[in-house]
């Protein structure tokens, strides 16, 4: 508005030409159809009302969806970190997949709302490229519980040193022509040393878990393996009952209109966008103390 009013044009048009450039990527018919929907709100742990939202990115179109996914998160984060709420769930799979703000204070002041977060990503150093070194360290230093498989390099020297050190004994035997001698020392060693971490099987993995017990934190380690059972598996998924379909784009005559309506959807917001500047300029030429704004 500054620059509108000294008259600085080329100053504003630059303004301008650095705000269309990521907001033009972001005009895409279908992420136009899902943020303007109304079907449900997003305080998903509402007593009266609880939901299950599921949400996923495209890896292709990963920095534009990033965009309307982070604000959808945002703002369910302050809607369920709220006293008298339904326990509830965050889980987040490929976390660097996504910039999730605030996820560091939801982790932990989330726990006394009876709101847990599962964390998923490849490598710790994933998180760093994409959070930043301060942000990530924060996140990795506030979760209590960790689940590992096999990593390597740096993130499996954290977690080895996260695991912590336990008093191992040490026996050495030396021999010689005469006689035999026998020598026992104790030593602080890595519960589970990187090296194991570096070279876990698939199916094996390695842990941290805390617990509050009598006020203080107990912290037990484990090194366990995942068998499975398929004809349990089998017998759980026969139970499974189908997603019943929300929103049908079949019409009476069996003919799929799922990409007409999201194109009329698509053009009736850019014909809303036109009335509003159309009633803001209408406005502004109206208005005594305004009206200067706008040149002819």
């Not at 509108?4 to 030409?17: E, K, P, T, V």
């Amino acid at each position: 508005m500054d620059a509108w009013q000294s008259g600085a044009q080329d100053q504003l048009q630059g303004q301008i030409a650095s705000a269309k450039i990521p907001l033009s990527r972001m005009i895409s018919p279908q992420l136009y159809w899902v943020m303007t929907g109304d079907d449900f709100s997003l305080d998903i742990n509402n007593p009266k009302e609880p939901k299950i939202l599921c949400v996923g990115n495209n890896p292709d179109r990963q920095n534009i969806y990033s965009a309307a996914l982070g604000l959808y998160n945002s703002r369910i984060v302050k809607l369920i970190n709220k006293k008298g709420q339904l326990k509830s769930s965050v889980i987040i799979d490929e976390l660097p997949t996504i910039y999730f703000r605030g996820l560091d204070n939801l982790i932990a002041t989330a726990r006394s709302n009876k709101v847990a977060v599962c964390l998923g990503f490849q490598d710790f150093s994933q998180l760093i490229r994409d959070y930043g070194d301060k942000e990530a360290k924060v996140i990795q230093n506030t979760v209590g519980n960790i689940f590992s498989g096999q990593v390597v390099g740096e993130t499996a020297k954290s977690l080895s040193e996260r695991f912590g050190k336990v008093l191992q004994k040490r026996q050495s035997i030396s021999i010689n022509r005469n006689d035999t001698s026998t020598s026992i020392s104790t030593q602080l060693d890595s519960l589970i040393p990187a090296s194991k971490i570096s070279t876990l099987t698939q199916g094996m993995f390695v842990g941290a878990v805390s617990d509050n017990f009598d006020e203080r934190i107990e912290q037990k380690i484990f090194h366990a393996e995942i068998v499975v059972d398929n004809e349990k598996v089998a017998a759980e998924t026969k139970v499974y009952q189908e997603i019943p379909q929300i929103l049908s784009f079949v019409d009476e005559h069996g003919d799929d209109k799922m990409k007409q309506e999201i194109e009329t959807n698509y053009k009736q917001i850019k014909q809303d966008i036109v009335q509003v500047i159309k009633k803001e300029l209408e406005r502004i030429k109206n208005d005594p103390d305004l009206q200067h704004l706008v040149q002819e």
